[in-house]
């Protein structure tokens, strides 16, 4: 069965750095990416890749963030510079199957940014 597990989340100040990582396995996969839910507010996009390496971002993220995946070990990352407090939310891989297709998600990590 299909799997994310995703790490790297935590604790940062204001201008911080965080690396997400999120290794699926059970499928291969064609567009991967990361989303973040706050506290009151719907999921929404943060930053998505396929397999051949195209990226998109929100606008929000735009020169901060940067997704990158390593399609031998099914596993995608997100590094986050110039982390803000706006940026605090529980970040979710998901993935989309390249059969089916079907789409998965991790279990979130907490991403925090406080001074």
């Known amino acids: 069965q299909v799997q994310l597990v995703e790490s790297g989340g935590g604790l940062v100040q204001p201008g911080g750095s965080l690396r997400l990582s999120c290794a699926a396995s059970?499928?291969?996969?064609?567009?991967m990416g990361w989303y973040c839910q706050a506290p009151g507010k719907q999921r929404e996009l943060v930053a998505g890749?396929?397999?051949?390496?195209?990226?998109n971002y929100a606008d929000s993220v735009k020169g901060r963030f940067t997704i990158s995946r390593d399609n031998a070990k099914n596993t995608v990352y997100l590094q986050m510079n110039s982390l803000k407090p706006e940026d605090t939310a529980v970040y979710y891989c998901?993935?989309?199957?390249?059969?089916?297709?079907?789409?998965?998600w991790g279990q979130g990590t907490q991403v925090t940014v406080s001074s």
């Open positions: 998901k993935a989309r199957t390249t059969w089916g297709p079907s789409d998965y």
């Open positions: 059970g499928s291969t996969f064609s567009i």
């Open positions: 890749i396929s397999s051949g390496g195209s990226t």
